[in-house]
């Protein structure tokens, strides 16, 4: 499976993040020998199998785990914002959004 | 099907709507968190550590938000499902804390409802709903407080929303707004949504095409932020107008999100042109499935409260009023009850039915317009549904006659006194004394004679004159029927 | 050497309980040892100061006969459990100053039962990886040397601070997370004990999360008793958690000494590839000769889809993490590298803030969940991943438990870079699976190579049966008498 430059490109976009500009062609080529490796999955017959999201889907536990509807956290700002990079009057500021 | 073709000058053109409907859930706290909702408080105060995703956070599901989905879609008649995921869908966005809204994509909570609307020519049409699912709504930016920052609110961050999908069954402008009208009663009816567009928690996405009749659907525009009923037909005529010039014109539609402006009732193209989006929705793996059983959905099923459609069946059959009548009662939240007050107060008639359509007249005419002018809801009536069961009784009894009725209600709204105080006071009872209204007969005979010449040569119609002279000298006191008996049994 | 950093915690507990000795003695001593061991960079953040005050409290406790489960216990916490007050950065820089102002549920339960945290433990940026190098922080040095000396070795890792410090007694155990194969592969390459427990059974609230459907919380410690206490008091259920199991917890100090007389033990033969290390096979049949000692039944059996395993893992654990690495954009918290849009702060910010094995496998979980990808790779590993675990439960129709090797070889150099990815990968080839299935596992050194390097075997149980590995962990303890390295060797 070749895994391109415009691909590694198009999930970078997607990720917000960018790789060194020089380990761009050498992670693809990385990125295509994992995944002629992960290919081999296409051997396994899958047939009528469920696809398994969490090792809770074989153990016998309720499966909805709920909460009643009561206010009980909140009223908290100075912790939400006690890490933030920059706040101004309560809220978080960041560069202007044009929609 | 009725069709609804536009005609411009190079023929007709079809208009296919379908709309995304984001409900709030009118629940104390969030989706995931333990934080009120909230419509208006300091920036940040309603917030937990989960909304505002620290690292570390999970979210643990609110039961009565899916309790709220399961009433809707059953009033809805949709298909409740026994087992949904929550997957996220991910994208980076201001307002988006986690990178990702969790949202149900793959396995909504609800499929295939429906809802009835009217339409213009008295028929009803049905609109298929092809989802409701439940999601987390996002924080709000503020954009107008510093010229070159935005600033981060993640109040609304995690509020339950429903999201209530159509198919594109619309055809125009007032079958969309119909279609709103009709789902905020419901919700309102549910309870399960305060459904008030000005204050956001219901907020209305529009999907938009046009195309020739018998070809296939043009490409369709998304308008977001419509948030009034009023708007979603200002918006959609203006789409419509915007789409059909652009293809008489031989160019296309841009499949793409537009912003209602509602100061110029226009829409415009979202300046931040997206990149395709790819949401790499996947099943959260720190939520469990949502597993109902029949016995739990049987039990929300029996605890819907009568709706809409059902009350004005039963006030047609019950009460005789009219499909128009008992619409315009069922048509919110506090009337039918401030109604079946009144009847239940309404004593000594004969005929049930006749008073159960003068209590709907009265509370659609007279009662509707005081409150409208007033500006007050009719549950902040100045008059209680039993003393205007009084007023009525007194017409029932024969003590005021409906124009008296009408001056004791006038006096009654500013003051909120029983009818019989003011009837009293004022003197305002009827005479149905026959002697003193014989007296008051002879007299308008007596001062009109050429018109009894002409009465009685055949110009019928005048006896409608001999009523209104002799109520005009009772000063509006005379029993309009026993004028009727007496002036006919005279002339 | 101070005797007191050499003891366990029931043996360090009568000592105070006879008053020969304090708790702010005990942890003095482990701070010290601390600083003895700096060179090793097994911790990123340390708090002597806060850890003394709570001695002084927990002596009180101890002089009003008020004394805690674990009242005292000198502890390493790693640096993605997040403690109020306590800088937590997951080995990352884009967390470099993140200081929490909550405390995640295990952390609060062993602090609650009187365990002091000595400090925050390195390891792999956001525990991605298997040798405790990509932290932000630098790499953690193995206390263990080959008999040469000639070389730094890696800890093992994700995380490798947490083992490290146990083997080097700068802590008398630790927390670590265990995603696919961090808790046990570094307990192997140090010489100590670590349990990675039944997927639900530790609460992850506050756990800085890598892949949410594999990650979960488990202690290391010197004695298979120790690492027991620790998991008896840091497992139970916990609302804030949805994936957390309603389960009493017992107690599994219980289980120790128990005898195994005629239960059955697996023996995966897909665990042993012709190119298995001579010296972990010499230890795994060893270790098989203590079990029948010890009155077991051994029996061969098979887990056919080992082999697709790691592949697997390799899908779900980048796909979950590409999503749970969104929040950090420079935003809410961490760090930011302004931009002249917001689009550009998160790029600038991620890109400089993750190192390259976290942008390598956000990149890789971002392509599997892709259009056109989902299906493909992420829906298949689901339904792989159902594969792996149905062999498991067949398994455990025939046999108690399971025992391989933790690991396919002992420490290498620091440095000795593994350029080919799926090389690297393979470091984690014996304990992918019990994480994809969420059963527990724990590995118990047996024994040391020729080159003097500890090796470790793992014992893989059903769900819940923590109890069942303990039993068996205690009697392989019992057997190998593996000499923990001595603080003074250091
Ligand atoms: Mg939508
Ligand atoms: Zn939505």
Known sequence: MEIKKQDILRIERLARLKLPEQEEQGFSQRLSKVFDWIDQLREVSIEGVDPMVSPLDTVNVPKTTWRNDEVSDGECQDQILSNAPEAQHGYFSVPKVVE | MTHSFIKTATGLWEVVIGLEVHAQVKSLSKLFSGAATSFAADPNTKVSLVDAALPGMLPVVNKFCIEQAVKTGLALRGDIALHSVFDRKNYFYADLPQGYQISQFYHPIVRNG???????????????IERIHLEQDAGKSIHDLHP????????????????????????????????????????????????????????????????????PFGTRAEIKNVNSIRFIGQAIDHEINRQIALLESDQSVDQETRLFDASSGTTRSMRSKEDAQDYRYFPDPDLRPIVLTEDYIQKVQESLPELPNEKRTRFMEDYGLSRYDATVLVSDLETPLY?????????????????????????????????????????????????????????????????????VFEIMIETGQEPEKIVDEKGLVQISDTGALEAIVDQVIKDNPKMV??????????????????MKLSGGKANPQMINEILKRKL | MNELIQLSYSALRQKVLNKEVTVQEIVKAYTDQMQKTEKLNAFVTICPDQALKQAQEADQRFQKGEARPLDGFPLAVKDNFCVQGMRTTAGSKILENFVPTYTSTVVQKLVGAGSIVVGKTNMDEFAMGSSTTTSFFGPTVNPWKSKDHASDLIPGGSSGGSSASVAAHSSLGALGSDTGGSIRQPAALCGVVGIKPTYGLCSRYGIIAFASSLDQAGPFARTVEDTALLLREMAGHDSKDSTSLQYQVPDYLKALGKSIRGMKVGIPKEYRPDGLNAEIAHWWDQTILWLKDAGAEVVEISLPYTKYGLPTYYIIAPAE??????????????????????????????????????????????????????????????????????????????????????????????????????????????????????????????????????????????????????????????????????????
């Not at chain 2, 069954?169 to 549910?190: C, N, P, T, V």
């Not at chain 3, 438990?401 to 002992?410: G, H, K, Q």
């Not at chain 3, 440095?415 to 080839?429: H, R, S």
């Open chain 2, 339 to 407: 109604y079946e007050k009144v009847l239940k107060n309404l004593k000594g008639w004969k005929d049930q039915i006749e008073a159960a359509k003068l209590a709907s007249n009265w509370i659609s005419g007279e009662l509707f317009a005081a409150l409208n002018e007033k500006n007050l809801s009719i549950d902040k009536s100045p008059i209680a549904p039993e003393k205007l069961a009084q007023l009525l009784n007194l017409i029932g009894e024969g003590k005021l006659s409906g124009r008296l009725a009408k001056d």
């Open chain 2, 148 to 215: 070159d920052k935005s600033f981060i609110d993640l109040n609304r961050s995690g509020t339950a929303l429903m999201e209530i999908v159509t198919k594109p069954d619309m055809r125009s402008a007032h079958e969309a707004m119909d279609f709103i009208k009709k789902l905020r009663l419901i919700l309102r009816y549910l309870g399960s949504c305060d459904a008030n567009m000005d204050e956001g928690s219901l907020r209305v996405d529009v999907n938009i095409s046009v195309h020739r009749p018998g070809t």
């Open chain 2, 453 to 470: 010449e002409e009465y009685k040569s055949g110009k019928d119609k005048l006896f409608g004159f001999f009523v209104g002279q002799t």
């Open chain 3, 321 to 490: 993490a590409s999503s749970n690495l969104a929040r950090y954009d420079g935003v809410r918290y961490g760090l930011r590298v302004p931009g002249g849009t917001l689009d550009d702060l998160y790029s600038y910010t991620r890109t400089a803030g993750f190192g390259d094995e976290v942008k390598r496998r956000i990149l890789i979980g971002t392509y599997v969940l892709s259009a056109g990808k989902y299906e493909d790779y992420y829906l298949r590993a689901q339904r792989v991943r159902q594969c792996v675990t149905n062999d498991f439960n067949a398994a455990y129709q025939k046999v108690d438990v399971i025992l391989t090797p933790t690991t396919a070889n002992t420490a290498f150099k620091i440095g000795e870079n593994i350029t080919d990815p799926i090389a690297m990968y393979l470091q984690d080839v014996f304990t992918v699976t019990t994480n994809l299935a969420g059963i527990p596992g724990i590995s118990v050194p047996v024994g040391l190579s020729k080159e003097g390097l500890p090796i470790g075997m793992q014992v893989l149980g059903p769900m819940l049966q923590e109890e069942k590995l303990f039993q068996f962990a205690h009697i392989i303890e019992q057997a190998a008498r593996f000499k923990n390295l001595g603080g003074h060797s250091l």
């Open chain 2, 114 to 128: 429906f809802l009835e609307i009217d339409l213009e020519n008295g028929e009803t049409k049905t609109i298929h």
